[in-house]
């Protein structure tokens, strides 16, 4: 009998479920010695109590781990093996189990399980457990100066040399996971019936809490996920699950929270999409959620907070799911996450985003960052102008710190080898605009979709936006160069007072004590729309279906009754109620919305089309929840311009008309599919969906600020074909966030709410 001990850990550091995840090792043998065994709460649950809800009454401690060993027999081979589950709780004051049960099913199929023993730990320390930091990383080629890694990122290392490079996939398969019959050409991922079934969940655990950091050397109030900026990654294969325990430990002051797993599609688990007022209630303040579902969709994503504008704040990190690649690729370097940053709170930017003022409209950001660090010039002007940016309050209350040149992000690459970067778009309003100083850029995927491979040397991204690139370095192992991402083109394109940022690239025999010396060697327009549609051609190809309805959308900025500024999608600006999800509601068949709920109910259409006109000169970063969506077609009206800002007329805003749709549809037979389009100032754009995911879906443009400020619409079709909700799962959320909004007063909603 051959015995091996598997552990799947979910750590206060946000570890992986995989054991092959070596990378995180360290820091689970830091977690261990933290713990010590709660002997009193040991017991053992018999087989025949498996399909029941044990509770554990554990509330004399603050924070609970559990190990359950289970005896698992397999039945076709004869060999045992020990499976070791391990999790931990905050706020631990009842343990339920049933849910355990549940997963121990699902991953031992179809081999026999029995449920051998269960211990619980409580950590050693007895005091609030739920304040005590995370082990910090201990690599050695950290930043140390001028600001030290901690103070810069937290406990952060993306961006630091001590980044591990990334697998090709999970796990110690010598082949593919999901099946070497599905690649890039002969399967979708949209397709339900094409998702690999893995029996695999992967386990992470994760803590929303205040802090500050320098990420571009200027001290600021964030919030983060583990005390990471950006947060811990999430990965897993192709079709595995993700199961993630998420606290909200935000206070001083308090703050709902929600995360959202950035288009998954949740066909089977639309209540585990992480919007409030969606699925569910925000998470309340002191409570926990556990969201599962699973990775449909395969290739580089990122989750961020959905309430609010909350992941400005630093409430977000990447998500990667691992399957085919249109070419082959010798190292994945992983996340290369873009991000304009801003250096005061973002309820204030908020405030302004809504307010009365419109020079405060569109908020500037101060800088732009990569993984998580960039530079400001502490001499600069703008850093003490206050009175620009803080219309709305708190001017007198920072105290501002801040440090030139800040360590900036550094990546490794090996000479002749080629490299996978999964860019990112996590930015709050700017277009980015990314490229290595003498390298070419191969794209392979654009958002969720494998394209088929074109060459460029500038990689455009709004918000939310992803394109993985191969980059082939070069035969010149002593080389060091600089990576770029831009915010060109100003105002119109969410333009930035430091628009320019650069990393580190160094080839394996570099001192990376040095800095490079390389120059850009592209050009940037100052126009902020994504490559043309006749370039991205999706690898597997579908045919929109003809029998589509027309909806027609006009984006307008408009003033209100009390003449502050909204955001509007058909003449209504979004604004929902956190504390009555809309899904349950529509399940139950009460199609009764308010207005400013903007809910649109297309029945039992078969396919979408939205006719979007923008008649406004800013970009917007449109972004659809649950769906990936053909493009037909996207553009501008050089007649108008996108550089006319004549707006700040005696009045409120006065603009032309944004272009509009002519009809045409590039590519037709297989149109460019993804989950968020640039929409150009002054432009149109044609988008279709089919109407083959049942549940309440926002459309929203993906500038945190223009959201704010009521950009946004909920889809909702075929109601009554909504996957039947578990029983009590609002419960999970509402009852908490109804208990907090009544005792703590009211939210002080001031903008959409999501
Ligand atoms: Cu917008």
Redesign the pocket.
């Known amino acids: 009998m051959r015995s091996k001990t598997l552990q799947f850990a979910a750590l206060a550091a946000g570890a992986v479920a995989a054991p092959s995840n070596n990378q995180l090792s360290g820091r689970r043998d830091r977690e261990a010695i933290q713990r010590r065994q709660f002997s009193n709460s040991t017991t053992t649950i018999a087989p025949s109590s498996y399909d029941s809800t044990t509770t554990l009454d554990l509330s004399s401690t603050n924070t609970v781990y559990t190990t359950v060993n289970l005896d698992k027999h397999c039945a076709d081979d004869g060999i045992d093996t020990q499976l070791k589950y391990e999790r931990k709780f905050y706020f631990g004051f009842k343990l339920k189990l049933k849910q355990l049960h549940d997963i121990f099913k699902q991953r031992s199929a179809p081999v026999t399980t029995s449920v051998s023993s269960l211990s619980v730990y409580v950590n050693a320390a007895t005091s609030s457990a739920s304040s005590a930091p995370p082990p910090a990383p201990s690599c050695s080629l950290l930043p140390t100066a001028p600001v030290a890694n901690q103070e810069q990122a937290g406990d952060s290392t993306w961006g630091t040399l001590c980044q591990p490079y990334f697998p090709q996939w999970l796990g110690e398969s010598p082949t593919v996971p999901w099946g070497a019959n599905r690649t890039v050409n002969t399967s979708d991922a949209t397709v339900a019936n094409d998702i690999p079934i893995t029996n695999v969940t992967r386990y992470y655990n994760f803590t929303v809490s205040r802090s500050q950091i320098s990420p571009d050397g200027v001290l600021r109030d964030v919030i983060l996920v583990n005390g990471q900026y950006p947060g811990p990654a999430i990965e897993a294969n192709w079709g595995d699950w993700i199961e993630v325990l998420v606290t909200n430990n935000i206070s001083d002051p308090y703050e709902g929270t929600a995360l959202h797993w950035h288009r998954q599609l949740q066909k089977t688990t639309p209540w585990e999409d992480g919007v409030p007022s969606a699925g569910q209630c925000p998470i309340a303040p002191g409570h926990s959620y556990t969201y599962r579902y699973q990775a449909e969709v395969h290739g580089t994503s990122w989750y961020h907070a959905h309430y609010s504008a909350q992941f400005t704040a630093g409430v977000m990190g990447p998500m990667v799911v691992y399957g085919p690649s249109s070419l082959p690729y010798d190292i994945d370097v992983g996340p290369v996450m873009l991000s304009d940053w801003y250096h005061i709170p973002y309820f204030s930017i908020v405030a302004d985003a809504v307010g009365t003022n419109y020079s405060l409209i569109p908020p500037t950001s101060d800088s732009v960052i990569i993984n998580g660090r960039g530079q400001f010039n502490c001499s600069n002007p703008s850093y003490s102008n206050s009175s620009e940016w803080l219309a709305s309050n708190l001017a007198s209350n920072i105290s501002w710190t801040c440090v030139d040149e800040a360590p900036l992000a550094a990546f490794r690459f090996q000479s002749g080898k080629t490299h996978r970067l999964r860019l990112m778009n996590t930015g709050a309003n700017g277009v980015q605009k990314f490229s290595v100083d003498y390298h070419n850029l191969t794209v392979i995927a654009v958002d969720y979709v494998p394209v088929v491979p074109y060459t460029t040397s500038v990689v455009t991204l709004g918000v939310g936006q992803r394109t993985d690139v191969l980059v082939t370095a070069l035969d010149t192992p002593w080389a060091s160069i600089w990576m770029r991402s831009s915010a060109p083109g100003g105002e119109p394109c969410g333009g930035s007072k430091n628009p320019d940022a650069v990393a580190a690239i160094y080839y394996e025999q570099a001192d990376p004590s040095t800095t490079p010396s390389s120059t850009s060697w592209v050009t940037l327009s100052d126009d902020c729309i994504n490559d043309p549609l006749n370039l991205t051609t999706p690898a597997y190809a579908i045919k929109p279906s003809n029998d589509s309805w027309t909806q027609d959308l006009s984006l307008t900025l408009a003033l209100n009754a009390t003449g502050d500024f909204e ?1 509007r999608m058909n003449d209504q600006s979004w604004r929902v109620n956190t504390n009555v999800p809309l899904l349950p509601q529509v399940a139950s068949g009460n199609l009764t919305f308010e207005p400013e709920w903007n809910v649109y109910n297309f029945f039992d259409n078969t396919s979408i089309i939205l006719n979007i006109t923008n008649n406004m000169p ?5 972004h659809m929840h649950g769906h990936n969506f053909y493009i037909l077609n996207v553009g501008d009206n050089s007649t108008t311009g996108s550089n006319n800002l004549d707006k700040r007329q005696q009045g409120g805003p006065q603009f032309e008309a944004g272009a509009t749709w002519d009809g045409t549809v590039i590519n037709p037979s297989n149109p460019m599919r993804r989950d968020g389009i640039l929409i150009p100032p002054y432009g149109f754009a044609a988008i279709q969906f089919e109407l083959g995911n049942p549940g309440v879906w926002p459309f929203h ?3 945190a600020w ?2 704010s400020g009521g ?1 946004g619409m909920s889809i909702v079709y075929k109601v009554d074909e909504i996957p039947a909700i578990p029983e009590g799962m609002m419960d999970q959320t509402c009852v908490d966030w109804n208990w907090f909004t009544a005792n703590h007063g009211p939210v002080d909603q001031i903008d959409s709410g999501a």
């Open positions: 955001f800013l970009v917007h970063p449109f443009c993906h500038v223009h959201l950009q």
